[in-house]
């Protein structure tokens, strides 16, 4: 029957008590007639009662447990208005035991029907739990006693009331609405939550899952928010905690709602005993819940680690940007939260289920599928000997967190997951899950290969980039004489020590070559056995030097600039830092390249300019060549490319791009995205790319080395022909 609450051996409620499946008939009739009613104290529970559990564990056949109750929807929006469904619609626990439903999990069949499944196949279907009322003893083990009185005389305001508040809560961060019923489906909801935690933990079912509301994981220990009430999962937790204590000491709390759960976070972050892992959008504390009115609070960032003894206990894997989805969700699974996971080793999982991070959840943003949950759920089924409660919590489309809970059912129910192809990982995931790991490996084992802790070090430690910058200064001063051309700048780091060599008397040289690259590449075999890496293993990669010695040895002034990937703050301790971004490079490359024009270039004597441009620094011959009125001063672009292919033109001279496809040579790897597809290989032929090249090798060194022969001859004709760099005549 759709959206009704029917028992299977007339309980109000649901389901009772675990239905043992005996071994006789007579211990059978035995069971049913005890009732069983799960929320029974111990001292209560017959022997008869506990008789069928017993058996059913003798067989391996404990079923999965369900906990769901209609009066939970009663807590509805006072302040109805003129739209009023809130995206906390009462609908949303009604659509996901409809699915249950329609997906065979639940039984709806008759009473006579109900015997035989139960005496001979007790885990087809999933069992029904009892949701009752939450005592105030519970809820104050994680909330004070005035949270607890606030939230209760709601049900004695009058529904004008209820209103006025409704719209004054549904502000900023607090984020909530309230009714008449809230108090009364908040009880509900949390006492459906602790009991299905219990029957887990207790044994008498294999795993559970809660449908329940409304949610928990926002509201703060003394005030409500985000749609949450009571906490519902600290609840239970604590429960377990203090009424089991020899089997259920240690919990994880696993928390894949898209947005983070600052309640629980917050109710155990001292505590070693609880280790709470989410899966969250943080975007730099942009994204709800955002950042406290209280700095001395901590947020979702991947840097609050927990407190205290709770230290490590804490996991924040904060994803910058909404849009994640399969591959950024599972990654995650298998980088950070199963290795910590399995190295905590609890003994109960609750997974603090919203699926807003669900495709087509549009408040959440993002793209995880029902198998991915299928996925996470079974790997979080190899914890704590299987024990797992399931406990909803978020999640705004229908369908979305249907399908969603049904593929999490199914798992608990020990259908495998589908077999998916699993998507390319976010660039900027990966990096995240990096910087994840390199937090918390002072606290876990498992987070410590390939990890550095650069603090140990102190004064002594120093970045290996600019270490290598002052190394290739070395080299070619004793080759060539060349020496630091100085750059004036509001700031001075040591990135920037040696960034341009020039060979001496430069600035009288009829011909210059300036170029402009990324710092060598590094290449290291580290030890398999302890990740170390000794430097007789690691090696140097720098193509840029024969070219630097074909020019010097053809009477070149020669100007080198490396661009290096991040600038090195004397502040900064960071093990791993990331590159720096494009609007970032773009603004140290414009300063550099324009301030080397401005200054010095465009001042010089030199009849025959080339310019060449390796990796990401190539950006600077576009910047150049866009900004100053430079061309008619250079004779030839020679250009290497492994990442972004950048166009050149100019609104205020039309033939700019007609010049550099005459002018340019623009080698692009072979394995560059532009050649598997065939628009996009014919797009960058235009002249706006320049004289585009398909190399047949990868990478940037194995190109230089490459086509040096044909750059050398391109260059020579160039000199050959004189400055031609100034032809107007039409491209053939």
Known sequence: MEGEDQSMVDAPNGFDEPHGAPATGQDFDNSIKNGMNVDMDDSEESTDTDEPIKLMRKRGLLPTGCCYDDRMKLHANADFGPAPHHPEDPRRIEEIMKMFKKGGLVFAGSDTELFDILREAPTKFMWRIPARPATKQ???????????????????MSTKELRVLSHNLDQGRTSLYVGGMSYEAALLSAGGCVETCKNVASGKVKNAFAIIRPPGHHAEYDTPM????????PIAAKVCQNEYPDICRKILILDWDVHHGNGVQNMFYDDP?????????YENGNFYPGKPDNPMIPDGDIDKV????????????????????????????QKIVMPIAQEFNPDMVIISAGFDAADGDELGGCFVTPDCYAHMTYMLMSLAAGKVAVCLEGGYNLKAISDSALAVARTLMGEPPPKMEIPPLNREAARLLARVQAVQAPYWECMRPGIINVHEAGDN????????????????????????????REYLFKSFENQVLVTPGIQVKRRVLFVMHDPPELKAMPDVTDNTVDPHNGFVLDGVTSYIDWAYKNDFGIMDANIPHYITHPEDFESFTPRANEKTLQRQIQELVCYIWDNYLQLYDVEQLFLVGVGNAYLGVKILLTNRESKDRISGVVNFVTGSLRPIKSEVDPELSSWYKRNSLVYVTNDHACWGDPDLAKKVLKKRFGGVVKSPVVGLNHMMEAHAKDVFQFISEKLAAGRSGNTTQDET
């Open 138 to 156: 519970e809820i104050c083990t994680v909330h004070t006693p005035d949270h607890y009185d606030w939230v209760q005389s709601l049900s004695e």
């Open 226 to 233: 985000g749609f949450c009430l009571f906490n519902n999962v």
């Open 273 to 281: 005993n609880i280790l709470y892992i989410s899966l969250h959008v």
């Open 306 to 333: 927990g407190d205290g003894p709770g230290q490590g206990k804490n996991v924040n894997i904060g994803w910058p940007s909404q849009g994640m989805g399969d591959g950024e969700y599972l990654a995650a699974f």
């Open 461 to 488: 430690a120093r970045r290996l980039h600019d270490v290598i910058r002052s190394h290739q200064r070395q080299i070619l001063s004793e080759k060539y004489a060349m020496v630091p051309l100085f750059i004036q």
